[in-house]
């Protein structure tokens, strides 16, 4: 079982170890959000989360509240709690292609958990539904969703999840030198991708390792 370490990049983790997603819509679980809206041919409100469940998480009186958890704790261990911070790494698996996305989280009220569960809502594509917090896209997620859909995939239901997206990350104690860790971590993941892959990650926007360019790597 993999340990919940400080400091130390998990390997790739599939989405279900860390993450439940009962699709935006469900008729087996309560909703007290918001009116009825129509999605994949479904009619009702959107679940809490836009569906998203973090194992370690305990959510109240929300839609997940007396939902037992489909992979109990005692049987694999969450390594992820809600206001861990770090630096994190997605990777979205198609059968021709594979996109990534590299990013850090240096605030316990929007942990890693929080910036991951932004992304999940984009990759569904139900951001229009998410509330403020969660409602913006972003381009190389709508790119990503429109390929994946010409090639027959939909990345808005649950057997997606489970079968293409993988996580890792790196955690760090929340402390006065956090922002300035994390922030160098991220670059140099970024220039590691880089250099191991000549890109940077496909669902970034920004690059990184622009500071790097032309310096004299000869001896």
Known sequence: MQKN??????????????????????ED???NRGSKIKWNGKEGKPLQDNGFRLR??????????SLPL??????KKCTLKENDVGVYCLKVIS??????????????????????LHHFIKIAGTCEHAGPRYNTDSSE???????????????????FFESSVYISFIKFPSNDSLFTKVMKIEGMAMQAFR?????????????????????????
């Open 195 to 219: 250099h191991y892959f000549d890109t940077t990650p496909e669902l970034n926007s920004r690059d990184e390792t622009y500071g790097i360019k032309n310096f004299p790597f000869e001896k």
């Open 141 to 159: 997620f709508k790119k990503m969703r429109d390929y994946l859909k010409k090639s027959g995939v939909n990345s808005s239901l649950p057997d």
């Open 95 to 116: 059968e021709k292609r594979t996109f990534h996305y590299v990013d850090v989280s240096h605030k316990p009220t929007n942990g890693i958990h929080g910036r991951l």
């Open 5 to 26: 370490t400080f400091g130390l990049w998990t390997d790739w983790t599939k989405f279900q170890e860390l993450y439940e997603y009962h699709g935006l819509i469900n």
């Open 70 to 75: 489909k992979i109990s704790e005692k049987e």
């Open 56 to 65: 370690s998480k305990n959510y109240g009186n929300g839609s997940y509240k």
């Open 29 to 31: 679980l309560k909703s």
